[in-house]
């Protein structure tokens, strides 16, 4: 079992920036893969970043590349989603969840835990 708790969501003017942070706990985090996705209302949940525990690589959705970082401190067991130059379009509810199902990092079904998700909202 693997509990993932989410927090930094909020309200932000385009071109701001937010930190989102996911608390994870019941599994060796430092040897879990993790992924941040989103939902925006009326649209389907997207793929937005991945972080792979074994060599600390990551990959992001082109719509946040060159915006966004995902990050993790092993010892806090915490994954991090640094969010820069925001725009409107990147409102959604914004999901950690841990790779735990194999298949392509890019699907949620390769997800088996995911948190309660954060709001993130950004104004025009």
């Known amino acids: 079992q693997v509990q993932l708790v989410e927090s930094g969501g909020g309200l932000v003017q385009a071109g701001g920036s937010l930190r989102l942070s996911c608390a994870a706990s019941g599994r060796t985090f430092s040897s879990t893969s993790m992924g941040w996705f989103r939902q925006a209302p009326g649209k389907e949940r997207e793929f937005v970043a991945f972080?792979?525990?074994?060599?600390?690589?990551?990959r992001y959705a082109d719509s946040v590349k060159g915006r966004f970082t995902i990050s993790r401190d092993n010892a806090k067991n915490t994954v991090y989603l640094q969010m820069n130059s925001l725009k409107p379009e990147d409102t959604a509810v914004y999901y950690c969840?841990?790779?735990?199902?194999?298949?392509?990092?890019?699907?949620?079904?390769?997800?088996?835990?995911w948190g309660q998700g954060t709001q993130v909202t950004v104004s025009s």
């Open positions: 972080s792979r525990w074994s060599d600390g690589s990551t």
């Open positions: 969840a841990a790779y735990t199902a194999g298949g392509s990092y890019y699907a949620s079904a390769g997800y088996g835990y």
